[in-house]
């Protein structure tokens, strides 16, 4: 069983940076795939973007691309995805996801374990 928390969340302002980690336990982090999904207030849980195990191939949601950066450190068993030119509109409690091996993708129903989410906040 992995298990996941993630850190780094808080209060930005509108044009602000955040960086969120995601430390994973109890399995080969270098075998797992890794992914961001977010949701807000009323909304569906949305894909952010995700890391393969294999070759660190990335993927991203259009509405994120450009501002946020996906990475992983399988030294520290860790993933991190940078924000950048934070809008109100990220606003939403960001989780952690996690598969074995397979290729980087959308769907939520793709992983298989889930941290316990971090909030964002950006105010304009």
């Known amino acids: 069983q992995v298990q996941m928390v993630e850190s780094g969340g808080g209060l930005v302002q509108a044009g602000g940076s955040l960086r969120l980690s995601c430390a994973a336990s109890g399995g080969t982090f270098s075998s797992l795939t890794m992914g961001w999904f977010r949701q807000a207030p009323g909304k569906e849980r949305e894909f952010v973007a995700a890391?393969?195990?294999?070759?660190?191939?990335?993927l991203s949601a259009d509405s994120v691309k450009g501002r946020f950066t996906i990475s992983r450190d399988n030294a520290k068993n860790t993933v991190y995805l940078q924000m950048n030119s934070l809008k109100p509109e990220d606003t939403a409690v960001y989780y952690c996801?996690?598969?074995?091996?397979?290729?980087?993708?959308?769907?939520?129903?793709?992983?298989?374990?889930w941290g316990q989410g971090t909030q964002v906040t950006v105010s304009s």
């Open positions: 996801a996690a598969k074995y091996f397979g290729r980087a993708g959308f769907g939520s129903n793709d992983y298989d374990f």
């Open positions: 890391i393969s195990w294999r070759s660190g191939s990335t």
